[in-house]
């Protein structure tokens, strides 16, 4: 979590990162996207310490980005489905793997790739005009302050 | 930065995250996408501690996502333009910026905007299918270990 001296802050890429800035969390975030809900599908796939684990995992409830299930009685045990703002998150995550992907390579190729589910194509992230419709390069991208 | 126990980590969202995944590296970056260059600039844009920013422009700098240019003689003053490396973050920034819009809004509505240049149309960052060639949804979207 960033400083709350951020709290104030009037950027929403200041406020999402307050609420996904902490370095495990979007982590934590691609494997629940990659299908992983269970605490110890989360401690196998990250090599994340468990401690740290139960502290992201409460904080990503906390924050409406992951709900907390039970699906065992006796003894109770948990699963940690994305909500739809979790899930949500696809589309940065997915931004910066593909930059990672394009800028810091490896040289056995990359390890994972975002498929169209059923139809198989490779989805990439794209900027789109919602006036003229067609595909924006980041460079033909101005952030404007509105108001 | 992550601890260094996830730089051999075989996922290149680990990887960008290593890279950009500090608490302030993605801010200044928005920054730069703004157009800030200087230094006095970027203190005045975050409200970030001067030793702070010194120490996150270096280390941008060794990652080869700014560079550093001298602007001034006598006293040396130097300006830290993003590298194409940099630049190609807009995507991810936008992505981030755009899920905050939607899931932590503002009452007034959100400050700022992705505009295409020119054009002036709002930039939405989309998924699109490299096969299909339509446009994808997050739940349409698988993220599948391809090695």
């Given at each position: 979590m960033l400083k709350?001296?951020?709290?104030g802050q009037d950027c929403n890429l200041a406020r999402s990162l307050e609420v996904i800035g902490e370095r495990w969390s979007l982590l934590i975030v691609r494997s629940a996207l990659l299908g992983v809900k269970r605490f110890d599908g989360f401690t196998g796939h990250l090599q994340i310490a468990r401690?740290?684990?139960t502290s992201r995992l409460a904080r990503l409830v906390e924050l409406g980005i992951?709900?907390?299930?039970?699906y065992q009685d006796k003894p109770?045990?948990?699963?940690?489905?994305?909500?739809?703002?979790?899930?949500?998150?696809?589309?940065?995550v997915i931004?910066?793997?593909q930059w990672g992907d394009r800028n810091l390579p490896l040289e056995q190729g990359p390890p994972r790739r975002a498929e169209h589910i059923g139809c198989d194509g490779h989805v990439h992230v794209r900027l789109g005009c919602g006036k003229c419709d067609r595909?924006?390069?980041?460079?033909?991208?101005?952030?404007r302050r509105i108001r």
């Open positions: 709350r001296t951020y709290e401690n740290i684990l992951m709900e907390k299930v039970p109770v045990r948990y699963e940690y489905p994305l909500t739809p703002m979790g899930r949500d998150l696809a589309t940065a931004a910066l793997m595909e924006v390069h980041g460079e033909e991208v101005a952030v």
